[in-house]
């Protein structure tokens, strides 16, 4: 299968095989008028399979978000159809409004105007705990 | 200005700072009478409690300051669906200082991120309890005249037991600590608080199901309460509330200066025949509570004496 290069945009790679529908969704990539690539199951030597999305215009992404969601993404900026910039994410030390808390006792169940807020706790095992409840967030 | 949520949030050295302001109050208790005067702490308590609001107000007055009383969510503005953050933006027009109790988790983060005075948190739900756990380490203090090479003993409902799992962080940063953790298999600390507090501060821990046989090493014993209010079942409740009993007939096999603890209120996980037994600290631990708050406010007001 071939897919063109893009001349200005972005490309996403190394996304854990079957997770590209799930950023696509989450950066709300559908909301946009350019041309957008999801590939699944690409071949990767690292990976084993992987996926990958291209983006037809340089975006501003929350690389929170994309860190805490899958922290191997590489994020590859294109311009003039040349690499203009590689970031390797990590995963962020606080996620804000991403990830709700499900503790029925935590204090942002009945007040709904709280931003659900949660801190990186052990990040060898990728553990985020909500702010104020310390409730480990369910992914 | 700066609030206590959780009691990790106070350093190794601002510990020492408060156990030191607290055994200079109880030195030197007129030095600090008036230390407050002129200063108001509201206590904002949602859920029930005598002991520590109790504690909170006379902490204030023996510091020559005022109160301010909330005692139930059903006598403030909450019943008429007023959130925790609103309610900090009004109070801390009447107060200098908030002591807060909330039935939910975090409330008093929100109200200590909204608020312009400083918060205390006076217990959150199942989540924390710092100044309980600052009553905890004065009582340890001034039992054992250290916190390193101590055996501490955790009994009862070391699941549910908010006060343990503050203690076990708190303790965890001091030398040669190890814990014993005696539960029933229902009610065993949570796993996150051995993988993410004892493993990686390396603290030696065994769990256990027997007191008797656990209780020849311990220097700390740390009873808790099987809490009814953290069951979604009472069948549950009714089934292990009895589990773990501490009598004088237990004790004989235990040190002669092992400190026996409990954060109260019990019902009767200790007999009250060991009341008399010298080993048994935790009304000293009531007393203590009232020296670490009025520490803490101290602090907490940046007021020097």
Sequence with gaps: MIIGQIRDGIVLDHITAGRAMEIYNVLGLGELDCTIAIIQNADSVKMGKKDIIKVGQVIDLDFTVLGYLDPGITVNVIRDGALAKREHLSLPERVCGVIRCKNPRCITSTEQEIVHEFRLTDPEHKIYRCVYCESPAER | ?305
């Design chain 2, 1 to 305: 200005m700066r609030s206590i949520i959780d009691v990790m949030e106070l350093s190794v050295e601002e510990i020492e700072g408060l156990i030191s302001t607290a055994l200079d109050i109880i030195e030197n208790p007129a030095k600090y009478s008036e230390a407050c005067k002129g200063k108001k702490l509201a206590t904002l308590f949602f859920e029930p409690s005598t002991r520590t609001r109790l504690s909170f107000e006379a902490a204030m007055l023996e510091l020559g300051g005022s109160v301010l009383s909330v005692s139930s969510a059903a006598a403030s503005s909450a019943a008429k669906g007023e959130s925790v953050a609103d309610t900090a933006r009004v109070v801390e027009n009447y107060a200098d200082i908030i002591a807060m109790r909330h039935p939910k988790e975090g409330a008093p983060l929100v109200a200590a991120r909204c608020a312009h005075v400083p918060v205390i948190n006076a217990g959150d739900g199942g989540h924390c309890h710092p100044t309980q756990t600052l009553a905890d380490l004065l009582t340890i203090r001034r039992e054992k005249g250290s916190f390193e090479d101590l055996t501490i003993g955790l009994c009862g409902d070391l699941k549910f037991g908010r006060t343990v799992h503050s203690l076990l962080g708190a303790m965890s940063r001091y030398k040669g600590v190890r814990f014993v953790m005696i539960s029933p298999e229902e009610l065993e600390m949570p796993r996150y608080l051995i993988r993410e507090v004892l493993e990686p501060n390396g603290i030696p821990y065994e769990e256990v199901r027997d007191l008797e046989a656990a209780m020849p090493a311990l220097d700390i014993l740390y009873m808790t309460r099987v809490q009814r209010e953290r069951f979604f079942n009472e069948a549950d409740y009714i089934r292990l509330k009895d589990s773990y009993i501490l009598t004088p007939e237990k004790l004989k096999t235990a040190k002669p200066d092992l400190c026996v603890m409990h954060p109260l209120p019990r019902v009767n996980e200790i007999s009250v025949a060991v009341d008399d037994d010298p080993r048994a600290c935790y009304f000293k631990q009531v007393l203590n509570g009232k020296y670490m708050r009025m520490a803490l406010i101290l602090m907490l007001l940046e007021v020097t004496v």
